[in-house]
């Protein structure tokens, strides 16, 4: 892993591309998410998981229990409040980006720095705790600095590139894109954090490292797989790593190879998903429950 910034430039995902080629991952063909109508990957039941449920660890799969069996309601905890709340943000700043050149392209990374700035002051904040807005402002300014050295790079390179070609030059991905994952039993409006055409797959997690969110990455990787028809060899995880009074933050990137253990790991998973979810029987609590649950408070309601 290593330390960076939350947005990417350009220079980044090139970065990312020759990494990625240098490490490469072999994927039996039965396991492509384009194989999805014979075993292992085809569904053993009509159920259709939230993805976004494999990336919690519970072992003995009540989260699918409680949602699909007995239709309990998620209680989400603060960390994932916070979580929901910073893709929120990462989200709306890629956005404005993107509205600010296609408006009118900026002559200069300044002039788009000042521009990016001045938005912010139309995003609603009456209702944010004070240190929600701080984190707004800092992941905003974030995006400011990165996107107008990026603006500065792609002057210089060319003063001839049409609108479209500058922003998907400065701004090279697509926030929440949108994937169907219901042909391998998931649910169908997955949305991948980050998109950089044609298949690089990138999550925003502030949760602590986990296997649980790797197996989830293989899911939105095999999902994609199946809808596009390309292969998803390695995704990526950006770590967002706030301090406690949550001023300031590190981003460690991991750049996490989809390979056929991760896979098969995934088909497990979702098979006892599948198993609780239609099962009867309470499957009971784990010895440890994973702290960003959002059942917690209803299997342990004493914490
Ligand atoms: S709180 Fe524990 S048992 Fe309940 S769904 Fe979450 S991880 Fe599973």
């Known amino acids: 892993m290593c330390i960076l910034m939350p947005f990417y430039s350009y220079q980044d995902v090139l970065r990312l591309m020759k990494t990625i080629q240098e490490s490469p991952c072999e994927v039996s063909e039965e396991l492509r998410g384009w194989n999805w109508k014979s075993p292992p990957l085809l569904p053993t039941s009509s159920l259709k998981i939230s993805a976004s449920d494999l990336g919690f660890g519970c072992p003995t799969g009540r989260i699918a229990y409680l949602r699909y069996r007995l239709k309990q309601r998620e209680s989400p905890n603060e960390a994932l409040r916070f979580g929901s709340f ?40 009456n209702r944010l705790p004070e240190e929600y807005v701080q984190v707004l402002r800092n992941i905003w300014e974030r995006a400011a600095l990165t996107y107008s050295a990026s603006l500065d790079y792609v002057i210089e390179q060319s003063r001839y590139l049409a609108p ?13 894109f949108p994937v169907d994952g219901r042909p391998i039993g998931l649910n169908r409006n997955i ?9 690089l797959l990138i999550e ?11 197996v989830a990455m293989a899911g939105y990787a095999l999902a994609f797989e199946c809808q596009y028809m390309v292969p998803v ?3 990526v995880i950006l770590y967002i790593e706030f301090s406690k009074d949550k001023r300031s933050f590190k981003v460690y990137e991991n750049i996490l190879k989809v390979g056929d253990s991760l896979r098969l790991e995934f088909i497990e998973k979702r098979d ?4 609780r979810g239609e099962d009867g029987t309470d499957p009971g609590l784990p010895s440890h429950c994973d702290p960003s649950c959002p ?8 914490g």
């Open 204 to 214: 925003f997690k502030t949760r602590r490292p986990s296997r649980d969110i790797e």
């Open 86 to 125: 910073l893709h929120h943000v990462i989200s709306a700043a890629t956005y404005k980006a993107k509205a600010i050149l296609y408006t009118s392209i900026p002559k200069s990374g300044a002039e788009f720095y000042s521009r990016m700035m001045s938005e912010l002051s139309h995003m609603r904040t």
């Open 295 to 302: 059942y917690l408070r209803v299997c342990r309601p004493d």
């Open 191 to 199: 949305r991948i954090d980050a998109l950089v055409p044609p298949s």
């Open 233 to 235: 060899n390695h995704v």
């Open 272 to 275: 006892l998903y599948f198993m």
């Open 164 to 176: 479209d070609s500058i922003v998907s030059r400065v701004v090279p991905w697509i926030c929440e």
